[in-house]
């Protein structure tokens, strides 16, 4: 059984960290939301691609960790380079972990978000406006088209992004994992990429709107091969993304080496 991570995030929280988002870190972070959110939807309607908008969604992830007062070290970079096309897995920690993972992936990618981000003024319109896909993993068959989309983005060569825990952890500590990560991965024959993020709880964890600014890294390993992989092997291959963002993150009672059999040459 593995062990349970610490979080240093202090309970309660010092007023100063309330004053500080409420008066400081909240309105930066709305205005930014605002201007890029708003920039992005006029290009939407030029940039058939995507491209531009990736760009402004990148340049807002930054400004957001840098305005949230947090710094961000992305580790195994070269992870992420090695095999652009794939499914990027990581855990879910905040709402904050959406913005780290566009500031740390550097190319554009599709999103699997859930549906409920949609309406939700600027941001709901990036995600509709750039071809991100909604899921709905309470309605089977709502689920079962997304990843069809999904597998058609990532055979038309685009890389996508998935938080196979479906929700946020609300301990800080791993959930269990959702199959859907695995199954694109394994539909289309790309690499299943796990990446750990760490100091994101910390820094706004569920159930609270104040922020508790540190050092936020995302974390790429080794991209697991699913060549010749089934369908038949989604449980597997969950298990394996699971047990290596566990190791990723350092959870206590865990091996932190990577083996051979479980990433590509």
């Not at 939407?44 to 960790?65: E, T």
């Not at 195994?76 to 959406?98: F, I, Q, W």
């Not at 609270?208 to 936020?216: D, V």
Request: aromatic letters at 10%.
């Amino acid at each position: 059984m593995w062990g349970r991570i610490v979080s240093r995030r202090p309970n309660p929280l010092p007023r100063v960290y309330r004053w500080r988002t409420n008066l400081i870190h909240i309105p930066l972070m709305t205005l930014a939301t605002a201007v890029c959110g708003s920039l992005s939807l006029l290009l939407s309607f030029v940039d058939k691609h995507g491209r531009a908008q990736y760009r402004i969604a990148h340049v807002w992830a930054r400004l957001l960790v840098f305005l949230s007062g947090c710094s961000l070290t992305v580790r195994g970079a070269e992870n992420l380079r090695k095999y652009p096309v794939g499914v990027y897995a990581s855990n879910h920690t905040s709402y904050m972990d959406t913005p780290v993972v566009f500031a740390a992936l550097p190319f554009q990618f599709r999103i699997l978000a859930k549906k409920e981000l949609w309406p939700i003024a600027f941001i709901g319109w990036y995600l509709d406006s750039s071809g991100q896909i909604p899921i709905d993993t309470r309605n089977p068959r709502a689920t079962l088209h997304s990843l069809a989309v999904g597998v058609k983005a990532l055979r038309s060569g685009m890389p996508l992004f998935v938080f196979p825990e479906g929700g946020r952890t609300p301990t800080g500590e791993l959930q269990n994992f959702l199959s859907g990560a695995a199954y694109l991965a394994i539909r289309a024959q790309v690499p299943l990429v796990p990446i750990a993020l760490t100091g994101v709880y910390d820094l706004l964890p569920i159930h609270t709107r104040y922020l508790y600014p540190g050092e936020l890294t995302a974390t790429a390993g080794q991209p697991i091969d699913t060549t010749g992989m089934t369908p038949r092997q989604t449980d597997e291959l969950t298990e394996r993304l699971r047990t290596a963002i566990a190791e990723l993150r350092g959870d206590p009672g865990t091996a932190r080496a990577e083996t051979p059999e479980n990433a590509l040459a």
